[in-house]
């Protein structure tokens, strides 16, 4: 029996002696298995850009005698993360069939989904202190690496405008001028440039066989999209005789 409990406490006292050893080898227990330094580093960092944002506290920073900075300066910054790569969707950097149709929407509606966000588009694209002059700027800078220009104002509403007035889809000498404007502010993008593979204007061997079709063909699908040609052609404030004259308009200059 003796030699029984000194056995027994023999091994307990070797068990405690393994436990203190192990605990030694790791660097101690409990604290070996928290959080890594360097995850932590760069947890704060990656975190960091919300302790920037300042309720309400943006007019103040704008104020601040800070020169604004230039678009690609902000584009590195903040909006490289996904138009570099279309990740999320986003539009490429300098892919001008991307860029065409938004572009077309005009420079108002662009900067409103940039503040404001769009569906993955984050709202200021994450530069939760640029100013808007500043994310104007990475706009204007996205817009130039894809080679097109959205008009300053309100892109389509000038040109549905004067619509009323004249019986345009009746004549279509009238209307090749509002054809022409509507074609310039909508059409351009792609069929300037045949981007997406858009038949050119004032390609005859693109567009003959298309306009064999028939106006009423080529009007259906230019009201509710063909293939990568998109309803309306992007022009959603144009009325049916406004696309109607820029069809007339691109066949005129394509036959
Ligand atoms: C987290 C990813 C992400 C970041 C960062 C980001 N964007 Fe975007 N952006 C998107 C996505 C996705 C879309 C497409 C949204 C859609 O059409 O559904 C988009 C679309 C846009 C558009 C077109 C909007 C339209 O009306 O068609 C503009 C302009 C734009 N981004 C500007 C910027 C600018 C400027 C920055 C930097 C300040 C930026 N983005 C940063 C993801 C991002
Ligand atoms: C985003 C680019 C884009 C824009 C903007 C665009 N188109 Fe197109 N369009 C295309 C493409 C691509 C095709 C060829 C589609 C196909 O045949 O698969 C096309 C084809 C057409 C056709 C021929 C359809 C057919 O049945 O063969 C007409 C007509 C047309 N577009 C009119 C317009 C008008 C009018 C506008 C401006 C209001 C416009 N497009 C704006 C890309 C565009």
Redesign the pocket.
């Known amino acids: 029996m003796t030699t029984f409990v000194g056995i027994l406490a023999a091994l307990v006292v070797i068990a405690f002696a393994f436990y203190f050893i192990a605990r030694g080898v790791t660097g101690g227990g409990e604290e070996a298995n928290g959080p890594d330094p360097r995850m932590e580093a760069k947890i704060l960092e990656n975190i960091a850009p919300v302790e920037n944002i300042r309720v309400g506290g943006s007019a103040a920073q704008d104020a601040a005698p800070r020169a604004a900075r230039s678009g690609s300066d902000v584009y590195a910054a903040a909006c490289i993360a996904c138009h570099a790569a279309g990740a999320a969707g986003a539009p490429k950097t300098g892919d001008q069939?991307a860029w065409?149709?938004r572009a077309?929407q005009g420079m108002d509606t662009l900067m409103s989904h940039t503040l404001n966000g769009l569906n993955a588009m984050p709202p200021k694209g994450t530069c939760a202190d640029c100013s808007e002059e500043e994310l104007r700027n990475a706009v204007q800078h996205l817009l130039k690496e894809a080679g097109v220009e959205a008009k300053g104002g309100q892109a389509a509403a000038p040109a549905a405008a004067p619509a009323a007035p004249e019986a345009a889809a009746a004549q279509p000498a009238a209307a090749s001028g509002k054809g022409k404007e509507?074609?310039q502010a909508?059409?351009f993008?792609?069929?300037g440039t045949g981007?997406?593979?858009?038949?050119k204007l004032g390609d005859q061997a693109a567009w003959a066989p298309?306009i064999d079709?028939g106006m009423d063909?080529?009007m259906q699908?230019?009201l509710n999209g063909?293939?990568?040609?998109?309803p309306?052609?992007?022009?959603m404030a144009?009325s049916d005789d406004d696309?109607k004259a820029?069809?007339e308009y691109?066949i005129a200059e394509s036959k």
């Open positions: 069939a065409a149709p077309a509507i074609y909508s059409c993008a792609c069929h981007a997406a593979g858009a038949p298309r079709k063909t080529l699908h230019t063909f293939n990568a040609m998109p309306k052609g992007t022009c144009c696309l820029a069809v691109m």
